[in-house]
């Protein structure tokens, strides 16, 4: 399969929201007060990564009904 500029941008997204995920828990668990926007990057790319999932579930359906 030929990756593309798109699939590497998805695997940078997905570990970067894991990585956010994880500076915002281990901030929470050790007692600090997470940044407000930190909440919201880590939406904001796991939004992006559902959108993309899903996308690609409808268009692989599509594919094998079309």
Same mark, same amino acid.
């Given at each position: ?6 699939? %590497?941008?998805?695997?940078? +997204?997905? *570990?970067? =929201?894991?990585? #956010? ?16 926007? %930190?909440?919201?990057?880590? +939406?904001? *790319?796991? =939004?992006?990564? #559902? ?16």
């Amino acid at each position: 399969m030929k990756r593309t500029t798109f699939d %590497l941008m998805r695997v940078w +997204a997905a *570990i970067t =929201g894991v990585l #956010l995920a994880v500076w915002f828990l281990g901030e929470s668990y050790m007692g600090g007060k997470p940044s407000e926007l %930190l909440p919201m990057l880590v +939406a904001g *790319i796991g =939004g992006f990564e #559902l959108f993309l999932c899903i996308q690609d579930v409808v268009l692989k359906r599509q594919r094998r009904h079309g």
